[in-house]
């Protein structure tokens, strides 16, 4: 048995290393950049006008959704809790002191291409959804490839959905549950090596459960409800946070972007090399972390967004622009700030002389703001970005089984039953090796939604050259 688990490691970490490799970055940031070309640059040229429609539209009076469905807000609150996650956090910390501080710059350029991405997944999302007996919209790569390519191509939708099933359960669950009952350790002080600590990871995994079978159970109406709460709330509090630590340094950050620029270009030698080139890491690392953060690219978001009551494609693709922005250029940023602004990256022995990426940011935090406010910043922040994960990727793997079982009840029962029971899994330290699968499945699932949105790209330039062209006859 050992043999066996030696030998599916070895492969998942061949199949993981072209996952996540410089050849799939690339096509995830060039499929990007084509977008953009074939949507004038959208994220530019009607930056304006896509926020005035997203977050500008908050404060004003909404009609009444249909009931049924969720709200555009809800759907993007339920995209963006699977999306902003632990890797904002941890995720960033170790992009940067394996790629240093011009990591961060290659992450907003992932971004920067990656908003058109998730614009274009969403628009096809919302073009190629399904209506079921109840009047909920299901959609997402599996549905836009089946019907923007047709029945010849349903073997790919079938792939993407097997790989977002199986996904869900690690990088949405165990990786997630271990992150909250970590986290919990250190809100109460309790070390990990403390005998008390298998008991506190237990109670966790049981209450996370509980209040996971509480929300997941009453469906994705009640999913898209929650996450319209917990979403702002834990997104704002931990910008408040970060801004009162960057403007606490204020005077050294002028200093901390001239670090991010200048090691985004440096040519400088690494380890005694002859010239060893700091700009490939700082890329690797940078595009790495940032697709891996927003998600553009992956096929996950526009599975929410696919479930809005909004009629016009377009208009609820403009929250994937928003979307990105806030995931990485916002929160992303923040952390990479706190982290260059307190110095840590200078420490001996660099990510290794910390237990986790968590402790490390949690150091950065704790060495700008006053006492161990920031230690607890850090852990309140990640015990609900990562509960926020689970309940958006949740909401993803049912979409995905329900479209291999053709949306039979009892496997959604079983489907829900195994993703809470898998929170106590995940709580109590078990299951690496599926989360470790999961990762590199999520990583896989960009293939086929990559050539989906490739294929597919003149309908999302067509659905928008309508939309702009009708909103500027109505002016």
Request: contains cysteine; glycine residues 12%; hydrophobic residues 50%.
């Amino acid at each position: 048995m050992e043999n066996f688990v030696k030998i599916i490691e070895d492969v998942n970490s061949v199949v993981n290393g072209f996952a996540w490799g410089p050849i799939m970055l690339v096509l995830l940031v060039g499929t990007g950049i084509y977008l953009s070309i074939r949507t004038g640059f959208i994220q530019i040229t009607k930056f304006g006008y896509i926020f005035k429609s997203t977050v500008g539209s908050l404060f004003k009076k909404r009609a009444k959704d249909d009931g049924v469905n969720l709200s555009p807000f809800q759907a993007v609150t339920t995209a963006l809790a699977g999306t902003v996650g632990t890797g904002n956090i941890a995720g960033v910390t170790g992009a940067l002191f394996v790629g240093g501080p011009g990591a961060l710059f290659w992450m907003w350029i992932s971004a920067f291409f990656g908003m058109c991405t998730k614009f274009s997944e969403i628009t096809l999302a919302m073009k190629y959804r399904e209506k079921d007996e109840k009047g909920f919209f299901h959609g997402g790569p599996m549905y836009y490839i089946t019907h923007g390519l047709g029945n010849g191509w349903k073997w790919l939708s079938v792939i993407f959905a097997a790989l977002g099933g199986l996904a869900c359960f690690g990088i949405g669950n165990i990786a997630q549950s271990s992150e909250i009952s970590g986290a919990v350790l250190g809100l109460v002080n309790v070390d990990a090596a403390d005998p008390k600590a298998n008991t506190i990871k237990l109670i966790v995994g049981i209450a996370l459960a509980v209040l996971v079978a509480i929300v997941v159970i009453g469906g994705a109406k009640r999913i898209g409800t929650v996450t319209s709460y917990l979403v702002p709330v834990m997104a704002i509090f931990y910008i408040v946070a970060g801004i009162v630590l960057i403007v606490m340094r204020i005077t050294d950050v002028p200093a901390a972007f001239g670090q991010i620029f200048s090691e985004a270009f440096s040519l400088r030698s690494i380890g005694g090399g002859i010239f060893g080139y700091v700009i490939m890491n700082a890329i690797k690392q940078g595009f790495a972390r940032g697709v891996f953060s927003n998600e553009a690219g992956l096929g996950s978001a526009p599975i929410a967004h696919a479930s809005s009551s909004t009629e016009e494609p377009v208009e609820q693709a403009m929250w994937g622009v928003f979307e990105v922005f806030v995931d990485t250029i916002v929160i992303c940023s923040i952390t990479g700030l706190a982290v260059i602004l307190s110095g840590v990256l200078n420490t001996e022995g660099g990510l290794g002389a910390f237990a986790s990426k968590g402790v490390a940011v949690a150091t950065a935090f704790n060495s700008i703001l006053p006492g161990t406010l920031g230690g607890f910043i850090i852990q309140l922040s990640i015990l609900f970005f990562a509960l926020s994960t689970i309940l958006g990727w949740c909401f993803y793997g049912e979409t995905c089984w329900a479209y291999l079982t053709k949306n039979n009840k009892i496997a959604d029962m079983i489907f829900k039953v195994v993703f809470i029971l898998v929170c106590v899994l995940g709580a109590t330290g078990s299951g690496t090796l599926m989360w470790d699968l999961s990762d590199t499945f999520n990583g896989l699932m960009a293939i086929p939604n990559l050539i989906a949105l490739l294929l597919l790209s003149g309908v999302v330039a067509k659905e928008t050259k309508k939309y702009f062209a009708e909103h500027k006859k109505q002016k």
